[in-house]
């Protein structure tokens, strides 16, 4: 309503359809104003494509408004080039689009944000007068942030849009750009196509890419191997991108193209916190090493470690244990990192724990096959001590 009321006067109905009224203004009110070129209903995918691409080729100047997909876009066109770009989403705004971009720490971001939010003064502005990046970054991540809008305005395809001729005397942008609208529909439209595929292999940006140990990279383009470079296993799309520098669709597109080849394989849900991991394996090989120390007495040592080998590869763990344990019944803790981020489950932790405790139980099982009666009571009640204590549900 206070929109409105910087607009009254005396209006026509022109039109009314699901979503969309349209008024004329009437009178002396028709001298004021921007004027509506085009307004209509988004009908599909390509509506806003076809709209953008008329006014690229026509070189008209005016602001499209695009609403639908939760959120209000204007897009500011002259010269057949974009010049300003508006979006009432949240992941559009700069601030977002610097973190992604990782150049400035997340808490300095936040610091600046509220600051701005108190003073007033622009998140562009405040960077640059603190000397946290320089005009010229500044300036490239304004244009950045304006072809985001642009990519995710193309792809709303329900909703309502209108094209406005803005008034003499409508107040400037704060900055304005100059790219061309034919390279960003062209870049569009692949985005979209292959945005498409990708998704069948990589739904999400949650989704965190880990090396294969045994791929072999073939010649791989500068982007991808910087993506390549910077997966650890504990990243997602998003997180490489903030390390990278490159754009969401950047890193999919690179991280797709290394799974294709082999490079990588891909991990949904939370990431496995390490430190409980290297944790979990402290705890079981203490429990093995007392277990291997006491069969190791009674001669018992080949006997154990050959039935736990045995018992490793037929029960299913060998993806999280290797290939068994060594002369002092140790499990190789590289091996469990390694493969705690690799195996495809939504709980990793929960499965190593799992792993662990029926290891430890028949570990013991075997051991009790070759101790005297005393010496099974006495492993048996230390063992079972220890077991009590390997938990995932508090810290190390």
């Given at each position: 309503?206070?929109?409105?009321?910087?607009?009254?006067?005396?209006?026509e109905?022109?039109?009314?359809?699901?979503?969309?009224?349209?008024?004329?203004?009437?009178?002396?009110?028709?001298?004021?104003?921007?004027?509506?070129?085009?307004?209509?209903?988004?009908?599909?995918?390509?509506?806003?494509?076809?709209?953008?691409?008329?006014?690229?080729?026509?070189?008209?100047?005016?602001?499209?408004?695009?609403?639908?997909?939760?959120?209000?876009?204007?897009?500011?066109?002259?010269?057949?080039?974009?010049?300003?770009?508006?979006?009432?989403?949240?992941?559009?705004?700069?601030?977002?689009?610097?973190?992604?971009?990782?150049?400035?720490?997340?808490?300095?971001?936040?610091?600046?944000?509220?600051?701005?939010?108190?003073?007033?003064?622009?998140?562009?502005?405040?960077?640059?007068?603190?000397?946290?990046?320089?005009?010229?970054?500044?300036?490239?991540?304004?244009?950045?942030?304006?072809?985001?809008?642009?990519?995710?305005?193309?792809?709303?395809?329900?909703g309502?849009?209108?094209?406005?001729?803005?008034s003499?005397?409508?107040?400037?942008?704060?900055?304005?750009?100059?790219?061309?609208?034919?390279?960003?529909?062209?870049?569009?439209?692949?985005?979209?196509?292959?945005?498409?595929?990708?998704?069948?292999?990589?739904?999400?940006?949650?989704?965190?890419?880990?090396?294969?140990?045994?791929?072999?990279?073939?010649?791989?383009?500068?982007?991808?191997?910087?993506?390549l470079?910077?997966?650890?296993?504990?990243?997602?799309?998003?997180?490489?991108?903030?390390?990278?520098?490159?754009?969401?669709?950047?890193?999919?597109?690179?991280?797709?193209h290394?799974?294709?080849?082999?490079?990588?394989?891909?991990?949904s849900?939370?990431?496995?916190?390490?430190?409980?991991?290297?944790?979990?394996?402290?705890?079981?090989?203490?429990?093995?090493?007392?277990?291997?120390?006491?069969?190791?007495?009674?001669?018992?040592?080949?006997?154990t470690?050959?039935?736990?080998?045995?018992?490793?590869?037929?029960?299913?763990?060998?993806?999280?244990?290797?290939?068994?344990?060594?002369?002092?019944?140790?499990?190789?803790?590289n091996?469990?990192?390694?493969?705690?981020?690799?195996?495809?489950?939504?709980?990793?932790?929960?499965?190593?724990?799992?792993?662990?405790?029926?290891?430890?139980?028949?570990?013991?099982?075997?051991?009790?096959?070759?101790?005297?009666?005393?010496?099974?009571?006495?492993?048996?009640?230390?063992?079972?001590?220890?077991?009590?204590?390997?938990?995932?549900?508090?810290?190390?």
């Amino acid at each position: 309503m206070q929109r409105l009321a910087g607009v009254a006067g005396e209006y026509e109905l022109i039109a009314e359809v699901p979503g969309l009224v349209l008024l004329a203004r009437s009178g002396d009110a028709k001298r004021r104003g921007a004027r509506v070129l085009m307004a209509g209903e988004i009908v599909g995918r390509m509506t806003v494509m076809e709209l953008c691409n008329i006014i690229a080729s026509t070189g008209w100047r005016g602001d499209f408004h695009v609403l639908g997909g939760g959120a209000h876009r204007i897009l500011s066109f002259d010269q057949g080039a974009l010049k300003h770009a508006f979006s009432t989403s949240p992941d559009d705004r700069l601030g977002q689009v610097i973190h992604r971009s990782g150049l400035v720490p997340e808490e300095v971001l936040s610091y600046l944000v509220d600051e701005g939010e108190r003073s007033g003064a622009r998140l562009g502005e405040l960077l640059v007068q603190r000397g946290i990046v320089e005009s010229r970054v500044l300036f490239q991540l304004l244009q950045r942030q304006a072809e985001q809008i642009f990519y995710a305005a193309l792809v709303v395809d329900e909703g309502q849009y209108a094209f406005l001729l803005p008034s003499e005397d409508q107040t400037p942008p704060p900055h304005t750009l100059h790219v061309p609208i034919q390279g960003l529909l062209m870049e569009g439209v692949q985005r979209i196509d292959e945005m498409a595929l990708f998704r069948d292999v990589i739904p999400n940006n949650q989704y965190r890419p880990v090396r294969n140990p045994n791929g072999v990279p073939k010649e791989l383009e500068s982007t991808a191997q910087r993506v390549l470079d910077a997966i650890d296993g504990t990243r997602n799309i998003l997180e490489l991108g903030m390390v990278t520098g490159f754009d969401e669709f950047t890193v999919t597109k690179a991280v797709y193209h290394l799974k294709q080849q082999g490079l990588v394989t891909l991990r949904s849900g939370p990431t496995v916190d390490l430190a409980r991991v290297k944790h979990l394996v402290a705890q079981v090989n203490e429990v093995l090493s007392d277990i291997f120390v006491a069969v190791a007495t009674y001669g018992g040592l080949a006997q154990t470690r050959e039935a736990l080998e045995s018992w490793i590869h037929g029960s299913g763990y060998a993806p999280f244990l290797g290939d068994g344990v060594d002369d002092f019944g140790q499990i190789d803790e590289n091996v469990v990192l390694q493969s705690v981020q690799q195996i495809a489950t939504d709980q990793p932790l929960e499965a190593l724990h799992q792993a662990f405790h029926e290891l430890a139980a028949f570990a013991l099982f075997t051991a009790q096959a070759c101790l005297p009666r005393d010496q099974k009571t006495t492993l048996s009640r230390d063992v079972n001590a220890r077991l009590k204590a390997i938990r995932i549900d508090g810290g190390p």
